[in-house]
């Protein structure tokens, strides 16, 4: 950034990306790492769409053959990881030995061929028929569009499917789920030795898949956990899931378990000896568990060849198998004259019933709508849990929490004692949020403090319209009135290079909060100044226009807001409203505006222009469930200055 990027909110003047060389993370304790773990492990699953945890459908497997090696046997296999949905893969055996033996999951990257890729920079039949000969079970399953798994392409997702949380790499990591499902139905094999490796997006696949399913016991990602390149494929940039960390965190999550990292000097992982590795194994250092990670880097380009593939077994061998000498683990040759031998499907012919994308996407759909109706509050103890399970992937969506006050900052920036002008932020965070403070003119004790929220920010109570008038009735009644210029509106600007930059990088909203929950950010910014205000007694908010959606989200994310005035402007509840107006990922999934009021039960909550088809009656149903069901009201009407000041007041 240039130095006049100082002058910005830091959010607007820095684009993050997928190339950025990212610092590495440090954690002082113990308690710090295991908080943030929680807090991660979280933000993943949410970001993946698979919070709340779907229920699992049958896996209902098919084999169509077998191929026997001498002391092997591979099984064609595919398996229903979704109704309907079938992931195509390998089950590799051994041949002559007792069991239960390990199952190792073996996702592939981006080889050309796919999970039957068989070359000298990487052969994934090679790996897994060596795992078989040390006593292993392996199943390698394919990436969606590879294959046997073709019912959606390789570029399956767009803003639509990520308002309902719906991804290629939410999908891809579900099925990473569905496949531990699968080793750990089959009789031959230990649940309690279960292990993943895969290398470039199989590596993703594998820290994705390990950092939030504690049954993987062994991990093994290869040529990809990186402070310098997250991953260039959209199956690996979910929406929202790097807003503000790294692979390096995910990868870490594995702590304590044992994790192993192979790094080439020919790729992004060039620096691991110097940077990533410290940093993950610091974090096992914290939890007592130094000698359970390990790193080798070879001189190779991007590969998972012999030499990466062996050091993973003597990896596999010491903690699965407890065999400590890497000599008895060597990869033997292996006869396989066309790995196209393995394809489950090889006519392409799926099973009857098998859905296409259009009937996937409602399917996922659906059952979002399904499980928020299961959740949804009856009585006061399904509100608690409701409020649980809701209130953080709300959050997450839009990458928010409330500041703690002493986290606020505000700067003077002139005005007069009554209207002080005045710039918000957090500390370490770079807002830049411009504020006035219009003050109570009441001499003694204390008064409420109204947060009034504008599309336009603070210079629409400048001029004719519903907000100077409600700037002048708020003030005559003596309450102190807030004004801001939310992220990129009023007086907050972006460097001019911001577009260019945006139309410059690839899977912006992986990295980076959207507008919309900047702005939800700084109403909670300000929620928390004004709050710690002398003089103010309780805080409420008017939110006008556009702003009234962003207010209510932030009356749910806040908690203490005692009452709220809210303009819905005739917002319609359709994907299309929501694209043009909330295009926040995953915020559909999270209930959207509906959720948001439900949260705010049972405080005092007063909704404006509504639109005729707005879920009225669930909203209702909430504030009943909390004892409260005359705290909320609708109307079709505009907002009117009066009527907000005698609601307010109540």
Known sequence: ???????????????????????????????????????????????????????????????????????????????????????????????????????????????????????????????????????????????????????????????????????????????????????????????????????????????????????????????????????????????????????????????????LLVAATGDWTRNTLEEEFPAIQAVYRLMGAEEKVHALRFDAPHNYNLQSREAVYAWMGRWLLGINDPDQLKEQPIDLPDPKVLLTFPDGQLPEGAADQEGITRYLVERSEKQLAAHWPRDQETARQFRETYLPLLSHSLGVAAPAPELVTATPAGGSTRAQRLILGRKGAGDRVPARLHRSRRQKGSAPGVLLVTPEGIRAADGPGITSRLVGQLSREDRHVLLIDTFLTGGSKAPETREKEISEIKYFTTYNRTDIGNRVQDILTALAFLRAQEGVSRVQVVGVGEAGLWAVLACALDGRVDAAAIDLAGFEMTDDHFLEKLNVPFLRRAGDLVTAAALCAPRRLSFWRVHPFFPMGKVFDAYAASGKPGAVQFTSMALDAEAVQAWLGL
């Open 1 to 259: 950034m240039t130095e006049a990027a100082v002058e910005f909110d830091r959010r607007a003047a820095v684009v993050r990306h997928l190339n950025q060389h990212f610092p590495a993370p440090q954690f002082e304790s113990r308690e710090e790492w295991e908080a943030r773990a929680r807090e991660l492990r979280a933000h993943i699953l949410a970001s993946a769409g698979l919070s709340p945890m779907p229920e699992r459908c049958p896996l209902d497997p098919i084999v169509t053959g077998e191929i026997e090696g001498d002391d092997y046997v591979i099984r064609r296999v595919a398996i229903q990881t979704l109704p309907g949905f079938y992931l195509g893969g390998n089950l590799y055996l051994p041949k002559g030995k007792q069991g239960p033996f390990p199952g190792i999951a073996n996702p592939h990257g981006h080889w050309k061929t796919g999970r039957i890729e068989h070359q000298e920079r990487g052969s994934i039949p090679a790996r897994c028929i060596t795992f078989a000969r040390m006593g292993c079970v392996a199943f390698a399953y394919d990436m969606i569009g590879y294959n046997d798994t073709r019912q959606l392409p390789h570029t399956f997702g767009g803003d639509r499917e990520a308002l309902w949380g719906i991804s290629l790499g939410g999908l891809q990591l579900w099925n990473s789920i569905r496949a531990l499902d699968y080793l750990e139905s089959l009789p031959m094999v230990d649940p309690e030795r279960l292990a993943c490796t895969g290398a470039s997006g199989g590596g993703t696949q594998t820290f994705l898949l390990s950092a939030v399913d504690d049954r993987v016991k062994v991990a093994a990602p290869v040529n990809m956990i990186s402070l310098h390149m997250q991953g260039g494929c959209l199956c690996e940039n979910p929406p929202n899931l790097r807003v503000e960390c790294t692979n390096v965190e995910i990868g870490a999550l594995m702590a304590p378990r044992p994790l």
